[in-house]
């Protein structure tokens, strides 16, 4: 302090002065045109600028954050997710591992190429793109009917494509396909002359909702056929509906545990049932233990 109640000295390095500097810009505490960290700190003092600790964010509040950034890096609007991405690097609760991701896509964020697709989709202009799945393997596809779907926090392209190699639904639904959209490479879509289908294949599938869940169920819109209580059966709802995707229906029904049975067709119903016992097996002792 050089002189009392009039100045002080603050031991910060070129980092920090930096930072200080950018902070008096956007608040606005200037002189002239210049940052003026004098005036920030007395802005500070005086109660005109509050300071608020940086470390009280839950991880919940990260993590839904975070969500949004990728939602928005799926639907191509990156301007935006660049805005949530410098948000969330603010913060001093962020983790390691999420804040090199964050600073890793903002040193080179995402191509849109979302507007291509909605574009072909508006159209209905079938395509072909290139698609690496969770191995990391290439698969390239011929698509005549596509929409984006939301699920379980990502966006999905569910597709009719040519191609059926490596599909492991049932023959019915072999054509289906579900594509992550940040695992579709940037300039992968390619237009194709031919006919667009007029939706993804179906098939009705009956299951009956039991207890508590048979009075919670609500109607999926466009997709349930029949829904209604079976009279000569306690608390039971009968459903009817087509899906698309064993794989999606089953990740939707597991975890109503017994409060959920799958009645027909049998394909389904036996396919279901296998999961279950490979799922029995799993908690099965060990007898090397």
């Known amino acids: 302090m050089t002189r009392k109640g009039r100045a002080i000295t603050l031991s910060i390095n070129d980092r920090q002065k930096a930072q200080l500097e950018q902070l008096a810009l956007e608040l606005g505490a200037t002189w002239g045109e210049k940052a003026n960290i004098s005036k920030l700190v007395k802005d500070i003092a005086d109660n005109k600028l509050r300071v608020a600790a940086n470390h009280d964010w839950t991880a919940d509040r990260l993590h839904a954050l975070d969500q949004a950034r990728r939602v928005l890096i799926d639907m191509g609007q990156i301007q935006s997710a660049i805005v949530l991405a410098h948000l969330l690097l603010e913060r001093n609760e962020l983790s390691l591992p999420l804040r090199n991701e964050i600073e890793q896509f903002i040193a080179a964020p995402v191509i849109p190429w979302r507007q291509e697709i909605d574009r072909l989709i508006r159209r209905e202009q079938p395509f072909q793109l290139s698609y690496q799945d969770a191995a990391d393997r290439i698969w390239n596809f011929t698509i005549r009917y596509a929409k984006v779907a939301n699920r379980e926090e990502r966006q999905y392209l ?129 007898p090397a233990q």
Request: glycine residues 4%.
């Open 158 to 286: 569910d597709c009719w494509c040519e191609e059926t190699d490596g599909s492991q639904d049932l023959p019915e639904l072999i054509h289906n396909r579900s594509l992550r959209l940040d695992r579709i490479p940037d300039a992968a879509i390619t237009p194709i002359s031919g006919s667009w289908r007029s939706g993804l294949d179906f098939i009705p599938v009956e299951f009956h909702v039991l207890n508590q869940l048979a009075f919670a169920y609500r109607t999926k819109k466009n997709l349930d056929m029949v829904n209604e209580w079976i009279p000569d059966r306690h608390q039971t709802r009968r459903i009817i509906r087509t899906i698309s995707s064993t794989f999606w229906f089953f990740r939707e029904v597991f975890p109503y545990g017994a409060d959920c049975v799958i009645v027909s067709p049998d394909s389904v119903r036996d396919r279901f049932r296998k999961e279950v016992c490979k799922l029995y097996q799993a908690y099965e002792p060990d």
